[in-house]
Structures are given as structure tokens and as C-alpha cells.
């Protein structure tokens, strides 16, 4: 259904009392106010959010923010477009309804309960996953009703035992979740905490593995001590379990998402990066680069530049026949920031092997410099990409520019 229907776009006027009051658009999820005027849900939620605490008709204040469904109403709007389907009108889909606080309350009652048998615990859990995972509003409700300390508690109840369901459903919540700074701190200034989620990390569930990631990567990048982020990545195994995530064999893009996040955020860690590489980190990214998405491919060459500014990176890069290939033919053509981190990992690896300099020119690098030179590039990605071109200028071949009407008047001819 378009954001507004224009009576000149579809040919059909839409009933007065079908529009809301604010947006003037058909209703998609009506509601009524306690002054009883009808709003469609997103556009009253915007009005309150914005600090509005009146009536957007009546001006009266409102005394209760309870959003009553009309469903009613949007059953009538649904058989309207319907019935103008042959007008270009499409059917709105009925809407799921947000959590109910009060069933929210009692479901993190039952699930901290320790009098209450461990079943019906985990399925107090289960239920909170199922309406986590529905939308953002329900994120919201749950979150509103201290539920991330609560879950906390069940995950690290006995960090010496063997996870249970009980657990496992706790940490599958809260990986759907942002952590507070002192709920991050909460995690990772207690050792045993750490090592509890990293051990997961070597589950027989790729479930549970990529969500103990998925927290992993949240206490990380959650908690600004450097000193708690190097406890963090110097845990044993950490690098091997998020390794292992990104490598899992069968198709999983969760999996890649979480495992590139984490991935990223541990190389932060200057101290230890090397243990990163000694993971197999750098044969890791580059199998798997062409399978990341946009946002996840900047992630992974970030991931990549950091690595190849330490000797054993670099070093592990260049032993990797696809490395400077992949990079080369990646300039330009995913994102500006792609292009930048791609262009910092060449001028590092070019920098410390005359192999990679040669592999570079042979796979085009040249033509993609110069053209990014001329791009609408960032300033930094232009800067290495000058740099880069100054380090070949060696290998250029004779006729690469002298012959090229290209790039007439590029200001890297000079160099």
C-alpha cells in the first residue's frame, strides 16, 4: 500500500473517516486515544514520542497513553480497498498487536521464579523469544519491564555447570537486545562470564553458538574500558569460536552477520589482532567476502585493513592467492567506505611485499586507482590510493598512462 493515496493517482476518493486525522493517509492500524478521537497507530506513537501529551484534535490533555485497537474499523478499511482493488487499491495487512506489558510481567515472573518447575520456565522463555523476535515494538515493551536484567541473571545463574535449556533460552533473548554500559560491565569485569559465552561459542548448535557471538560482540563493543575489551579478546578460544562461525559450511547469513560484528569488534583490540590471524582469520574473510552483504562487506575489509597493518596479517593476507585480486576488483564498486578500507589494505600489503605489488598491477590496480583519484571518494580513500600509486610507480608498465587518453590531466601523473 503507498505511504498516501491521491484521489488523482488511483481514481477513488477515500472515505473522510477512513484518513487519519494527523497523516491524512488511509489507516493501516487504527487506534482510539482515551478522548476517543481515532489515530492510526504510527502516526499517534510519533505525536507522543515527540514529547506531545494532548489530543492532536480536541487539544484535550491525555491522561492514559493506552492505544485501544479499532479492529473494527480496520476490518471496514480492508474490505474497502477490496472492494476498489480494480482502482489500483491494495488490501492493508492486518497488523500484529504489540506485547501486552501485563502478559510481558508475568511471563519474566514465571521465568525468575525459583519455586516454579524448570518447564514451564523455559517456556515462559520461549514465549518472550517468540514475541522478541515479532517486532521492535515488543523489543520495546520487554525491554521497558527490566527484562534484560532479569534474563542476565538466569544466563550467568551457575557459570561452573553445563548450560541448560533454561540458559540457552536466556542468552537466544538477549541477543535480539542492546546492553546497557553497567549490564556490559556486568559481564565482562567477571571472568568466569567471559569464558561461560566463549565456551558456547563451541556448541553443538550453531544457534546458540552465533547468539553467544551475537552477546559476545555486544558486551564488546558496549563497555568503553580498554582494559575489560582486552580481557575480552585475550580469553582462550574467543577467536577460534567466532572463526568457526564465519566458516560454518551450510548457508547461514546470521551466522555471517554475528560473525563479522564480533570478528571486527575483538580486532579492535590492538594487543591482539595476532591472535586473530593465528586463528585463521585472514583465510576466513577472504573465502567469504563475495557472500557478505553491503554493510557486512565494510565491516570485513575494516576487519581485513586492520589486520594487514601487523607483520603475521600482512604476511597471512599475501599468502592468500585471491587476496589482492579480490581487493582491486572491490575499488569502486561497493561503497566509498568499502573502497577506502580496500585501498588501505593494498597500500599495507604492497607496502611490505614486492610480490603483492606485482600481483596488484597484474590484476588492474593501476586504471582502479585513478579513477578513484578522480571519484567523489572520500578525502582518507583518495590519500591511500595516491600513496599506493606512488609505492607501484616502479611496476607501472610503459605505456600504462603515456597511451591513455583516459585519464588525461589526472593530478597523480606527476608522481
Known sequence: MPGSLDPLDIGVQIPYHFRCPISLELMRDPVTVCTGQTYDR?????????????????????????????HTLRRLIQDWCVANRSSGVERIPTPKQPADPILVRTLLNQASSGSGTFS???????????????????RS??????????????????????????????????????????????????????????????????D??????????TVVAGIRSPELRTQISSADGVFEGIIGILIYPFAYPRALKIGIKALFA?????????????????????????????????RALATVELLCR?????????????????????ILKISDRATEYAAGALLSLCSASERAQREAVAAGVLTQLLLLVQSDCT????RKAQMLLKLLRDS???????????FAGSDVVPF
Open 42 to 70: 504510527s502516526s499517534i506513537e510519533s505525536w507522543v514520542a515527540t514529547g506531545n501529551t494532548t489530543c492532536p484534535v480536541t487539544r484535550v490533555p491525555l491522561t492514559d497513553f493506552t492505544l485501544i485497537p479499532k
Open 310 to 330: 601487523i607483520p603475521s596479517g600482512s604476511a597471512a593476507f599475501a599468502s592468500h592467492a585471491l587476496t589482492v585480486p579480490l581487493l582491486v576488483k572491490i
Open 120 to 138: 514451564s520456565r523455559v517456556s515462559a522463555l520461549r514465549r518472550l523469544r517468540g514475541l522478541a523476535r515479532d517486532s521492535d515494538k515488543n
Open 379 to 382: 578525502e582518507r580513500a583518495k
Open 266 to 298: 575483538l580486532c579492535l583490540v590492538k594487543q591482539h589482532r595476532g591472535k586473530a590471524v593465528e586463528a585463521g582469520a585472514a583465510e576466513a574473510l577472504i573465502d567469504r567476502l563475495t557472500e557478505f552483504e553491503k554493510c557486512d562487506a565494510e
Open 396 to 406: 607501472w608498465p610503459d605505456d600504462s598512462i603515456a597511451n591513455s587518453d583516459d
Open 208 to 217: 546458540v553458538r552465533v547468539n553467544s557471538a551475537a552477546l559476545i560482540e
Open 141 to 206: 515493551v520487554i525491554a521497558a519491564n527490566n527484562a534484560r536484567e532479569i534474563i542476565l541473571s538466569i544466563v550467568f545463574a551457575d557459570v561452573d555447570s553445563e548450560p541448560s535449556e533454561l540458559n540457552l533460552e536466556s542468552v537466544a533473548i538477549l541477543s535480539m537486545f542492546t546492553l546497557s554500559e553497567p549490564e556490559c560491565l556486568y559481564v565482562s569485569s567477571d571472568s568466569d562470564r567471559v569464558r561461560y559465552l566463549v565456551n558456547l561459542l563451541f556448541h553443538s548448535s550453531i
